[in-house]
């Protein structure tokens, strides 16, 4: 009877958990594609060809190799093709999913206030930018396969049956073919067996031993992918390591700051600059060096669990700290979807330690003023992520110095047909950030579109400057030449293009009527 009560309550729990998640994010389910959901999602060939699983498998076709959550695009496009609603629902659920599992993960580690710390990252408005944007379904995916491998390793290690072990290390494979940044997943492993043991024996690093290896593998694969389609031969950071291990310890710091306080969020947060050489650059890091090392030494009384939280919230953090670039690093250092699989920690530890207090009408009334809180703040954060234009004007108002933001506002104020205040975001984008080639190049769209050829012309000519394989600069910087009547130039800037391109057909095309003109 007990136990049935027991199933009863969680049963309810959870239920209360779902319906609450779905209510704070229901402006999410009226938004549309954002951002770059047109290039991973809506106009992305591979997504669309009858082959295109066979491809995000075994081709280096795509820009990143994130096998599992195309593949759960693919799957979608055959079910709501074009209607954004659809792949709305479904990150939502995966979100969802997760704060059950952090639930079950936190109940079966013994941690206390499991159900409330399940909540509070069901409705936290840092996650907002995970699960109101599509394409980073990869986020939401990959930590509920991680999830799921960590409640099999913790079975497995309770009685030692190899399925179970199994389970976990496929469950981490189909979590890193999500997306990678889930690759210290193993270190959390070992922090879990210190957290039941009170120590980390040769056997338990024995045990973790392969998942350090696929993280390795799959590691190795990320990086070659964004040397190859995301990086290329730009330069994202030309700081030196010193000032990336300096600003890893202000990373950690902002990133804490927002999971206690998620307030003036951002999409694009202003990127900051770190002189290596001043000591007070260094303080971050060495606050929380001396944090940890406390600690460390009262584990055995006060500081275990602390340790065992923060330890976990850091070691998610690593791999976008800094040391290793990452193509949205060239806007900011620091970006809210990515602290998505380090939050529970944080919050983990907050919730423990409210639930210590005798009192339980004073934590039953504080979770339900924080749950509202959060909800509420989660509703208007989501709201943001109804259309682009809604996205970047919110991230100008936040950061007005956000270059890319001016720039995609520019586009998505000239998709909806008002080319001068296009051309006025994409001015300010330029003075910004002079050597943008695309702020150049749309600018030189709105022109040419207008008639002024001659300023089109030069918006061209410093695109094909500052990104000299761009073939569409070249052609159009031909076109406008065209239109100027300098027809010698326009001939050898649509050879040009050519080169560049030679399956692309326009610039043939157009080299062609120019000379049968001529």
């Not at 591979?46 to 066979?54: E, F, N, P, V």
């Not at 999409?267 to 260094?282: E, K």
């Not at 998505?340 to 009408?361: E, F, H, Q, S």
């Amino acid at each position: 009877m007990r136990v049935r009560r027991f199933l009863s309550r969680d049963v309810g729990f959870g239920l209360l958990l779902v319906a609450l998640t779905f209510l704070a994010y229901w402006p999410a389910l009226r938004g549309g594609f954002v951002w770059d959901d047109e290039l991973y999602l809506v106009n992305n060939p591979l997504i669309k060809a009858s082959d295109g699983l066979r491809r995000f498998w075994s081709t280096t076709q795509f820009t990143d190799y994130y096998a599992l959550s195309n593949t759960s695009f693919w799957l979608e496009w055959r079910l709501w093709g074009n209607h954004a609603t659809g792949y709305h629902v479904t990150n939502l659920l995966l979100h969802t999913v997760n704060a059950l599992l952090i639930w079950c993960v936190l109940a079966r580690l013994g941690v206390r206030g499991a159900w409330v710390a399940a909540l509070v990252f069901a409705l936290h408005p840092v996650n907002v930018m995970s699960v109101a944007w599509i394409s980073e379904r990869k986020n939401v995916l990959s930590l509920m396969f991680a999830l799921l491998s960590v409640l099999a390793f913790l079975r497995w290690e309770e009685v030692h049956k190899w399925h179970w072990y199994g389970l976990a290390m496929g469950g981490f494979a189909l979590a890193l073919l999500s997306k990678t940044a889930i690759v210290m997943l193993p270190c959390a492993l070992l922090l879990c067996l210190w957290w039941r043991h009170g120590r980390v024996k040769l056997g338990d690093v024995a045990a973790v031993a392969p998942f350090f290896v696929l993280s390795l593998a799959m590691g190795l694969v990320t990086v070659w992918f964004e040397r190859q389609h995301g990086i290329g031969e730009h330069i994202v950071r030309d700081d030196n390591l010193a000032a990336r291990l300096a600003g890893a310890g202000w990373a950690v710091w902002f990133y804490l700051g927002k999971a206690l306080w998620p307030v003036n969020l951002s999409v694009i947060y202003p990127r900051w600059r770190i002189d290596s050489a001043s000591a007070l650059s260094w303080l971050p890091l060495a606050a929380l060096v001396i944090g940890f090392a406390i600690l460390w030494r009262r584990r055995d009384r006060w500081g275990r669990g602390p340790l065992f939280a923060l330890g976990y919230f850091v070691m998610m953090l690593v791999p976008i700290l800094g040391f290793f670039d990452i193509g949205f690093m060239s806007y900011s250092l620091v970006a809210d979807h990515w602290q998505y699989a380090a939050l529970p920690g944080v919050i983990a530890l907050v919730c423990a330690g409210a639930a210590k207090t005798d009192r339980r009408g004073l934590l039953v009334c504080g979770t339900v003023v924080v749950a509202a809180l959060l909800a509420v703040m989660t509703f208007r954060q989501t709201q943001i992520w109804h259309d682009d234009e809604m996205l970047w004007g919110s991230a100008i108002a936040r950061n007005p110095n956000a270059w890319m933001a001016h720039n995609n506002l520019g586009n998505a104020l000239l998709k909806r047909g008002l080319p001068v205040e296009a051309a006025l975001e994409y001015a300010e984008t330029i003075r910004l950030q002079p050597d943008y080639a695309n702020a150049h190049y749309n600018l030189g769209i709105v022109l040419y579109q207008r008639g002024d050829y001659a300023t089109a012309a030069g918006e061209f000519r410093e695109t094909a400057r500052l990104k000299p394989r761009s073939a569409e600069a070249y052609n159009n910087l031909g076109a406008a030449l065209v239109q100027l009547g300098r027809t010698n130039e326009a001939v050898a800037e649509f050879e040009t293009a050519s080169q560049i391109a030679p399956r692309w057909a326009e610039p043939k095309d157009n080299l062609a009527r120019l000379r049968t003109a001529q």
